[in-house]
């Protein structure tokens, strides 16, 4: 049975995690499948993780995508195939493709709405009130500037099999912008109206001023997806570790049962020839069923192990990018001979400041620990 740190799990590319059959693997094939389906596009499989893929024109142009293309979703059948494209994360195709799901509402992008964009004047109070910065001076704000920015929810669906099988829905939230890890924060936007729609007219303009504020430079979606595949993987492997401690437990459960009938047999077989010493015919007929029953033995072992061993597959379903307005705090913090430069978002749309996201572990924090590389951390022992 794998362990939980199995290496493959969420792999980026797929194929490697299949031959493994063990692990995770996030299915992207199925997701063009399913995506170029929508577009009214037609898919042939002619072997294993290659597509052949036909678009309608106009929806081809719309993404720069030629109208035929091959695909392929594995690193061998890439190299066996050179006319086909690579898909895997890190390929520009899947940037292309991405935005053929957003013409197709596959990814839908949504805007919130905020009745009133500016800087709140106690913006440092509350600041305060949520971050504190250990061992440090308190803080000073250098500048306050609102932007726009893009998060993207991705709902993965993830299956869990083993002789049974279970699925579950997994949320996982990425900072367009900074690439942190914003699932901890969604539950804050649950109160957010969001609409279909850019806000027109006053809608979303900074209070003072007509323009509308700037839309903040993102990372490619390609890069977001990566970042949300490896944030699934640290969320789904400590559940599948639990799922394994229990399967484990019913294999071992079986494989006393299955130990204990072997047992018994081969000592009654092994009596029964030890008694006849006297006739060597019976006793070669016994020794072949005793190694008969050994190997017999054996394959009901692998039988019972391979039947619990657990492996879970992760689809990503839907990816929703919701567009919001935030100022971005730049505050100066002083440790020791030290001047350091942090910056604090305040999310416009949920009212709320935003935890920090550690430079360490990713994790979100309010209570940072100046390290000595000019960053701060969320826990001390990151600090050295
Ligand atoms: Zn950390």
Redesign the pocket.
Known sequence: MPGPSSPHLLEGTLTGVRDGGRGHHIDLRRFVTDLVAAAGGIVETPEDDILHVALPGEMARKVSLPEFTVLAFGYDAAKETPEAEFVTFGSPVLDRLTSLGIQLGRVTRQYAVVPSVRVPPNLMDRIEAKIGFNRSRRPALRTANIEVYERAVFRFVVSYISDERFVEALMVAVDTSTLADDTDLLDEARGVYFSPQPPQGAGNRIADGSSPPAVVRRHSYDEVVRKAVACLRARARPRLAVYQAEVRGYCEKELTTVLGFYEKTMADLIARRDAATGDPDKKARIDAKIEACRLDRERRIADVVGKYKMTAHARLDSVTLQVMPRVKALLEVEHKDSIYAQPVYYNLATNAVEPLA?P??G?R?FSAYPARDGLF???PE?AE
Request: glycine content about 0%; aromatic content about 12%.
């Open positions: 550690c360490r572990c994790r924090f951390v969320c826990r990151e």
